[in-house]
């Protein structure tokens, strides 16, 4: 399984941002997709996942109501829809793919439940 993520960039606070994961992989449809992030000097964090056909999505608190993560099962893509952006929104960006997942069941949050990972696209948001 090989991902790529992008689309980050430099925007000003309260500005948008759309990040896109693409994978490989026959099965994609069914696996949890999850989005991370790391900011400088601090450990990784959770930030969203979207589960297999038919489960929910998860968000981090702070990013209920301002991100949307949402998949295109057919281009084998994940999205990261990010609006009212913030300066602590601000680090590396990451998707991730666990495959062992319950068909229908929540996405995990914890990142070492989820096995692949993608290089990470750095998000800056300016005050």
């Known amino acids: 399984v090989q991902l790529q993520a992008s689309g980050g960039g430099l925007v000003q606070a309260g500005g948008s941002l759309r990040l896109s994961c693409e994978a490989s992989?026959?099965?994609?449809?069914?696996?949890?997709v999850g989005w991370f992030r790391q900011a400088p000097g601090k450990g990784r964090e959770f930030v969203a996942a979207?589960?297999?056909?038919?489960?929910?999505?998860r968000y981090r608190d702070s990013a209920e109501g301002r991100f949307t993560a949402f998949r295109d099962n057919g281009n084998h893509k994940v999205y990261l829809q990010m609006n009212s952006l913030k300066p602590e929104d601000t680090a590396v960006y990451y998707c991730?793919?666990?495959?062992?997942?319950?068909?229908?069941?929540?996405?995990?949050?914890?990142?070492?439940?989820?096995?692949?990972w993608g290089q990470g696209t750095q998000v800056t948001v300016s005050s």
């Open positions: 991730a793919i666990d495959t062992l997942v319950i068909p229908g069941g929540a996405p995990a949050v914890r990142d070492y439940e989820y096995e692949y």
């Open positions: 992989g026959r099965t994609f449809s069914t696996w949890a």
């Open positions: 979207v589960s297999g056909s038919g489960g929910p999505t």
